[in-house]
C-alpha cells in the first residue's frame, strides 16, 4: 500500500507573517519531504483595501504587502486556494473608484498570474463554488468561508469533507455516519500580535500559530491529517515537541 504526504498552511496576510512560524514551517518541510505542499490563501493581508481602511492604512500603501507574499511563495507550494484579504486586490482591479490604484492594482493581478504560472501553481480563485484537490483525492482544499462556534463542522456541513484556513484557530470535526468524513480548521501563519483589527475579537482568543500535514493512500483516496500548533511557546506535533 503507498501512499503521499502533504502538507497545509494558511493564512501568512503578506508583511504581518510570523517569521518564527513560517522558519519552523520551512525546517518541517524539509524534513517531512511532501509530495504535495498547499498553502490555502491570504498569502496578502492587503489591509490598505479594505473598504473601511483609514487614511493611516491607505497611506501605508501595499506593495511591502504584496512583495513579502511574494517572497513567502518562495517556500515552494504545488496548490494555492486564494482567500478572502487576497479577493481585495482583485476586486479593487476591476472596480476601485481611483484609476490609479484600479490601473496598479490590474498590473499586481497580471503579475500575481505570472507568478503561479512559472511557479507551475495550480490555483483558484476566493469563490464559493470553487475548490481544489489532489490528484487522489481526498479533502476538498478551501480557504474558508464561516466563523462561529464550531467552523470545522459549519465547513462539513456545506463542502464535505475538507481543509481550510480563514479563521486562525485549529479545529476538527469527525462526521458520525457510515461514509464517515472528516473536516479540519488550520492555524495561521501569521503573527497574531500584529493584527489588531481584531483585538476586540472573542474568536481571536482561540488563534493559533501552526500548520498542518497528513497521508494520502494513492489507491484509495483515504486519508489522515494532524495539526501542528504553537503552545506555550513550543510547536507541538503528533510527534512531540518540533
Known amino acids: 500500500m503507498a501512499f503521499k504526504k502533504f502538507l497545509v498552511c494558511a493564512d501568512n496576510h503578506g508583511h504581518l507573517v510570523n517569521t518564527e512560524c513560517m522558519n519552523k514551517f520551512i525546517e ?3 524534513n517531512w519531504k511532501p509530495d504535495y505542499s498547499i498553502c490555502l490563501g491570504d498569502i496578502w493581508d492587503m489591509n490598505g483595501l479594505r473598504k473601511s481602511a483609514n487614511d493611516e492604512e491607505k497611506r501605508e500603501g501595499i506593495s511591502k504587502d504584496f512583495q513579502a507574499g511574494i517572497e513567502f511563495l518562495d517556500i515552494g507550494f504545488d496548490v494555492v486556494t486564494l482567500g478572502n484579504h487576497d479577493a481585495r486586490l482583485y476586486e479593487a482591479a476591476e472596480g476601485a473608484p481611483n484609476g490609479i490604484l484600479r490601473e496598479s492594482c490590474k498590473e499586481l493581478v497580471r503579475c500575481v498570474t505570472e507568478e503561479f504560472a512559472a511557479r507551475k501553481i495550480q490555483w483558484i480563485p476566493y469563490n464559493v463554488n470553487a475548490y481544489l484537490q489532489l490528484p487522489e483525492g481526498g479533502p476538498k482544499l478551501i480557504h474558508g468561508f464561516l466563523a462561529g462556534q464550531n467552523p470545522a463542522k459549519a465547513h462539513f456541513e456545506r463542502f464535505g ?14 462526521a458520525k455516519h457510515i461514509d464517515q468524513g472528516q473536516a479540519y480548521a488550520l492555524g495561521c501563519m501569521a503573527d497574531i500580535d500584529s493584527m489588531t483589527y481584531a483585538e476586540r ?24 491529517f494532524w495539526h501542528v500548533n504553537k503552545e506555550d511557546g513550543h ?4 510527534m512531540g515537541v518540533l
Request: aromatic letters at 20%; hydrophobic letters at 35%.
Open 161 to 174: 469533507s475538507c481543509l481550510f484556513g480563514h479563521v486562525h484557530a485549529p479545529s476538527s470535526y469527525i
Open 28 to 30: 518541517f518541510k524539509a
Open 235 to 238: 510547536y507541538i506535533s503528533p
Open 201 to 224: 475579537y472573542p474568536n481571536r482568543l482561540g488563534w493559533r500559530n501552526g500548520w498542518g500535514f497528513g497521508i494520502i493512500n494513492e489507491k484509495t483516496g483515504k486519508w489522515s
